[in-house]
């Protein structure tokens, strides 16, 4: 844990190179091949319009945006879309920081449950924070089957007084 002040904030679409950044190191961090990254870069590119269209927020630490999530929101679930934290800030509370802020969201939206594919990485990241493994997501990449956690949080209802 970092003695550091970490802010949740709102990203704007003027974020969107520093969080594709932080989303293609972090993803690299796990050490997969070179070729593998180039074929998610895709999915890692966070734009403008991604940012403006979804729930995006990321994490500052003096002054630096070192983490960031992105939900969706179809009917009463939400889907975590992204959670990507700088390797460098690894383990100093900013990725928990981000999912508990990402909960609350979830609830303010209204939804009942969220839910992930998870990096097989991170599968005890989630679990330690409430999450539990529900099934896989299989796809093939250059020919060999992968497999992804899918795993789900139950929300409470928001009580409005």
């Known amino acids: 844990m970092c003695d550091c002040t970490v802010t949740i904030l709102r990203a704007q679409s003027a974020h969107a190179g520093r969080l594709s950044q932080i989303a293609h190191a972090a993803k690299s961090y796990w050490g997969y091949p070179a070729q593998w990254i180039d074929l998610w870069h895709n999915q890692l590119t966070i734009t403008p319009s991604f940012i403006e269209g979804n729930e995006v927020w990321a ?3 003096d002054g630096s ?3 960031f999530y992105a939900l969706s929101l179809k009917g009463r679930c939400a889907k975590l879309e992204h959670l990507w934290v700088m390797p460098v800030a690894i383990k100093q509370g900013i990725g928990s ?4 802020h990402a909960l609350e969201r979830a609830v303010v939206l209204g939804a009942n449950r969220l839910e992930m594919e998870s990096d097989p990485n991170a599968v005890g990241f989630y679990e330690k924070m409430g999450a539990e493994v529900v099934g896989e997501v299989g796809y093939v990449l250059e020919g060999q089957r992968r497999a992804l956690p899918l795993l789900q949080h139950e929300l409470p209802e928001l009580v409005l007084e």
């Open 59 to 61: 994490a500052e630490v």
């Open 65 to 67: 945006l070192l983490g």
């Open 97 to 100: 920081a981000l999912y508990s």
